[in-house]
């Protein structure tokens, strides 16, 4: 009820900015990405079927992702039958890709579900400043100047 509340007073907090429905497929290294790629190119629906072949290398992810969370889009507007090429991650030389079925070119609300990890983030942080703040009222904080000029020198 508390997170439902807060989410409510503060529900313009809690905005989808440009978005996508997508697939995202995070592979094991290079030649599993592109071997994927060609394959969910030549027929996307088929992405889970494509996926499977290579179940020991690939992981997917399919969820609404802003655009800044979607591989190698860059400056490229999405749009549904989109397929980001793959992209190489250096640190450990795995790569990703995505395939777009939606996009949400405008900043949309999102809903208590959607937003329930953001909501529940806002809310520790108010529950911990309400702490602190008890704290501080119980047990103030004094500092010795004589001692402080001490340990400065």
Known sequence: AALLALYEKNKKNYLWKESADAVLFFCADMNTAKALYEKVKASPADWRTHAELFAEKVVVDSSRYEW????????AVPHAGMLTTPLLNTNDNTASFAWIFKAYPQPTQRSFTEAKGLVIND??????KNWEEALRKKYPVTIDQ????????
């Open 123 to 128: 809310y520790q942080l108010v529950l911990e």
């Open 68 to 75: 800044s969370q979607i591989p190698n889009l860059n400056k």
């Open 146 to 153: 004589k001692v402080l000029a001490e340990i400065s020198k």
